[in-house]
């Protein structure tokens, strides 16, 4: 079944174990970039309400953020979607955001601002 079919009819979880399955390079940063905000939607429709840094249990999107090859984009969807990870993995993203982002570039300020707070 072609990747784009599955993401086409909402089989993201499928098409991610394709794409790591079959492509050198694992599967792509919009698929990627897919999975984190379907996920993290599907817990704000569902009415799942977490404390931040309670063990969110079952969110893994932030595996997918650390996945990104763009670290820019990884960095606009740790900021936006941190608060529903553990403090443990929202500190691991926000730490790789941090090495990855160029100095010069005012995403970085606010994500080391938000990685002293929070680590």
Not at 62 to 87: E, F, G, I
Request: hydrophobic share 40%.
């Amino acid at each position: 079944m072609c990747l784009c079919r599955l993401v086409s009819e909402g089989k993201l979880s499928d098409a991610l174990a394709v794409s790591d399955r079959c492509l050198r390079n694992g599967a792509s940063d919009n698929l990627l970039q897919l999975l984190i905000e379907q996920k993290e939607e599907k817990g704000h429709v569902t009415g799942q309400i977490h404390a931040y840094g309670s063990h969110n249990l079952g969110n893994n999107t932030w595996q997918y953020c650390l996945r990104l090859r763009d670290k820019k984009v990884a960095a606009q969807l740790a900021l936006k979607y941190l608060r529903s990870w553990d403090l443990d993995a929202a500190a691991s993203v926000l730490t790789m955001c941090m090495c990855h982002l160029p100095e010069n570039d005012p995403m970085r300020s606010e994500v080391v601002s938000l990685a002293f707070i929070h680590i």
